[in-house]
């Protein structure tokens, strides 16, 4: 099986007008993509929403772009927020080298006070198919994951939190997990597979100010590939991919 990752994290926050002001403490989404077989995988992770949020994804394709769209159509906006996890599964594209472009629509007819066409990021891979039928993708869209701030008290301060790094990566079937914390906070870490299963919760409790290190063992029926590591404290979130191989 031949696997591609490409990863990057961008901030969300600089593209959005008043008709979305949670990203003013929810901060940033991480893009990641990977190649298997005959499907592209698109993870947007940490998506910042209200938490009435349900994201109808459309993918289409002009040359060697592929353009994947998130509209919120809820209807009704919320007073909390939430960060979500949003997956499109895209299959039947002619071999090649594709970009593909993430945007996030929010709509006056959905409930938004303004109608914001959303940038949230690029990301480049290589599709070698064995077949090139239609082009067919589907999505997926986790459960909300709130902070146990009310809304109006949110406002995170840059370099309070950090996922800092994971090595090795690649690994097997042990790696160490590293980060930060300024302040004592309750810290979730927990393990998710490209589909978006939670594999393992490393770590759920209080976390004292300072620099932790979590080693983890993955099981041994754990397939090779890609799995995703996320850090939540609060209004923070950050996720890493990486590697295990067999």
């Given at each position: 099986m031949k696997t591609i990752l490409v990863a990057c994290s961008l901030l969300l926050c600089n593209a959005i007008s008043s008709a979305q002001p949670l990203c003013d403490f929810m901060g940033k989404d991480s893009l990641f993509v990977a190649v298997q077989q005959d499907t592209i995988y698109l993870w947007d992770m940490a998506a910042c929403a209200y938490c009435s949020a349900t994201f109808d994804l459309h993918v289409t394709r002009s040359a060697d772009t592929i353009y994947v769209v998130q509209t919120d159509t809820a209807g009704q906006l919320a007073t909390c927020g939430c960060v979500f996890n949003l997956r499109a599964s895209i299959t039947g594209l002619p071999r090649g080298t594709y970009w593909i472009a993430v945007y996030r629509d929010l709509l006056k007819k959905y409930g938004y006070s303004d109608d914001v066409h959303q940038f949230i990021g690029a990301l480049q891979c290589q599709y070698e198919p064995a077949t090139s039928p239609a082009l067919s993708w589907n999505s997926y869209q986790s459960g909300c994951s709130p902070s146990s701030v009310p809304l109006q008290e949110r406002r995170a301060v840059p370099g309070e939190f950090a996922l800092l790094q994971i090595y090795p990566n690649p690994f097997n079937p042990s790696a160490t997990v590293q980060f930060r914390t300024t302040r004592t906070e309750y810290v979730v870490i927990k393990i998710f597979d490209i589909l978006g299963r939670e594999v393992q919760?490393?770590?759920?409790?209080?976390?004292?100010?300072?620099?932790?290190?979590?080693?983890?063992?993955?099981?041994?029926?754990?397939?090779?590939?890609?799995?995703?590591?996320?850090?939540?404290?609060?209004?923070?979130?950050?996720?890493?991919a990486m590697v295990l191989l067999r």
């Open positions: 919760t490393l770590l759920a409790e209080n976390a004292t100010p300072g620099l932790h290190a979590l080693t983890f063992a993955m099981a041994k029926d754990s397939n090779s590939g890609i799995y995703f590591c996320r850090m939540v404290a609060g209004s923070f979130s950050q996720t890493r």
